[in-house]
């Protein structure tokens, strides 16, 4: 009954910058739970790449910190992320998760998934 859509995704060179959103639907409690994107490559695993809590707390991985940014519209119940000088190892598919939540020990992954968004990040 909670669905995910991801957009936003596409082709860029490197060093440009991509705008994502999640829109979420069907939830009676999405201001209240954590939110994540996560990204997969080719032939790896899937990744964390950043989480919102539900007090607009942020956390991200290394691998982009500092160029990412996620933020949350609880009035529409978006998440987005922000993505600036953007490299070839960003290129992967996107993924939104709702319904986590975070502690001291990192994000726990919700069960609500989107089904990705492409971005292709070229040399």
């Known amino acids: 009954q909670v669905h995910l859509v991801e957009s936003g995704g596409g082709l860029v060179q490197a060093g440009g910058s991509l705008r994502l959103s999640c829109a979420v639907s069907?939830?009676?409690?999405?201001?209240?739970?954590?939110a994540a994107w996560f990204r997969q490559a080719p032939g790896k695993q899937r990744e964390w790449v950043a989480d919102i809590s539900s007090d607009f707390g942020h956390d991200y991985a290394d691998s982009v910190k500092g160029r990412f940014a996620i933020w949350r519209d609880n009035v529409k119940n978006k998440v987005f992320l922000q993505m600036h000088s953007l490299k070839p190892e960003d290129t992967a598919v996107y993924y939104c998760?709702?319904?986590?939540?975070?502690?001291?020990?990192?994000?726990?992954?919700?069960?609500?998934w989107g089904q990705g968004t492409q971005v292709y990040v070229s040399s």
């Open positions: 069907g939830s009676g409690s999405f201001s209240d739970d954590a």
């Open positions: 998760n709702t319904g986590g939540t975070t502690s001291g020990s990192g994000y726990l992954a919700g069960r609500y």
